[in-house]
């Protein structure tokens, strides 16, 4: 079964930089699209942004364009979030999940949040001064 573990979270003034380490345990994450998801209490987690297996795709929300850059670093069964410019909307729990459907073609990118199989636990993103 694939483990997702997420850290770099923390309090951070507007305008800060964050990143954020996506590290999977017991299979490849290699095989996996993943995707970093920003969940407020109340509401169900959005996608922030996503990457295909290869890193040859990636996709973000409008709200993050321009100031958020995913990569993947498949050796070291690593994905990283980088967080630069961050706004007090920002704030929430960011959780990085994969989906094994992107096995078939490395250049996939997940269209829905339910079919990402697997999740992490999430890390706590605060931007607040």
């Known amino acids: 079964q694939l483990r997702l573990v997420e850290s770099g979270g923390g309090l951070v003034q507007p305008g800060g930089s964050l990143r954020l380490s996506c590290v999977a345990t017991?299979?490849?994450?290699?095989?996996?699209?993943i995707g970093w998801f920003r969940q407020v209490p109340g509401k169900e987690p959005e996608e922030a942004s996503c990457i295909s297996r290869n890193s040859r795709k990636t996709h973000y929300a409008d709200s993050v364009k321009g100031r958020f850059t995913i990569s993947r670093d498949n050796a070291a069964n690593t994905v990283t979030l980088y967080m630069n410019g961050l706004k007090p909307e920002d704030t929430g729990v960011y959780s990085c999940?994969?989906?094994?459907?992107?096995?078939?073609?490395?250049?996939?990118?997940?269209?829905?949040?339910?079919?990402?199989?697997?999740w992490g636990q999430g890390t706590q993103v605060t931007v607040s001064s």
């Open positions: 999940a994969g989906d094994l459907t992107a096995y078939a073609d490395p250049n996939y990118i997940p269209p829905f949040k339910s079919e990402y199989d697997y």
């Open positions: 017991e299979r490849r994450l290699a095989d996996y699209a």
